[in-house]
């Protein structure tokens, strides 16, 4: 068990551009989280899939912004036309959730930091 | 509104002594867990206490212990015999609901400083 891991750890990219992050779960987990911390705040909750199925987003996720989890396993995030405002640290986690219910406390990646020029 | 609140911005504690971290919660929802992370500076997101809305008693794990107090709608995190490795962001999450999402909500986060 390695954990989560995510890359790359910080991004700088000049507004207009796009971007992609990866996240690589812990192996067992079924499902996987995408979190936006901004300086100062707690991570506010963006999107989370179950194997594959994408199946909540929050209204913070713009149209600019998908995510996908094509084998269930690791996941991307990109952001299209990048805004200054889009500048944070992207945090991903995941958990285990079984058909009882029962689910595990979230796992956090190290998180991307992103800066937007 | 908000749903979780935590109205410590920073706090200090002497090496070795105990520190108490506050938050509370706001829900209309009878089943709901609450949970406590540590963020040190690298970032990462370490999971440490958990307690469950119907959980008859306060939940501890090694140093940390949670003071929960449904009627006041608090759960606050007790860190013992503090050490100089626990200076961090600390925060405060809740997770309603049994079937839902599990999508965790956090509050803003207090910065513990240990001083030796």
């Known amino acids: 068990d390695t954990g989560v891991s995510q890359d790359p750890r910080h991004k700088i990219t000049k507004r207009g551009q796009n971007v992609t992050f990866r996240c690589d779960p812990i192996s067992e987990h079924n499902r996987l989280y995408w979190y936006r911390q901004t300086l100062g705040q707690g991570p506010e909750f963006l999107t989370y899939?179950?194997?594959?199925?994408?199946?909540?987003k929050s209204r913070l996720l713009s149209d600019r912004f998908s995510a996908e989890r094509p084998k269930g396993s690791f996941s991307t995030l990109e952001i299209q036309r990048t805004e200054q405002g889009d500048s944070a640290m992207y945090l991903c986690?995941?958990?285990?959730?079984?058909?009882?219910?029962?689910?595990?406390?979230?796992?956090f990646g190290n998180g991307t930091r992103l800066t937007v020029t | 509104a908000q749903k979780i609140t935590q109205t410590q911005p920073g706090m200090f504690v002497q090496e070795k002594e105990a520190v108490t971290l506050d938050c509370t919660y706001d829900t209309s929802d009878p089943s709901y867990g609450l949970f406590w992370y540590k963020q040190p500076s690298s970032g990462e997101m370490i999971f440490l206490i958990y307690?469950?809305?119907?959980?008859?008693q306060n939940a501890t794990e090694g140093r940390y212990s949670l003071n929960f107090q449904k009627a006041r709608k608090s759960a606050n995190l007790v860190i013992s015999a503090s050490q100089l490795g626990d200076s961090a962001m600390y925060f405060c999450a809740m997770r309603e609901g049994r079937d839902s999402s599990y999508k965790l909500i956090f509050g803003s986060g207090t910065r513990l400083l240990v001083r030796p």
């Open positions: 307690q469950g809305s119907y959980d008859q």
């Open positions: 986690a995941s958990s285990s959730h079984d058909s009882g219910g029962r689910s595990s406390p979230l796992h």
């Open positions: 899939f179950q194997n594959e199925a994408q199946l909540e």
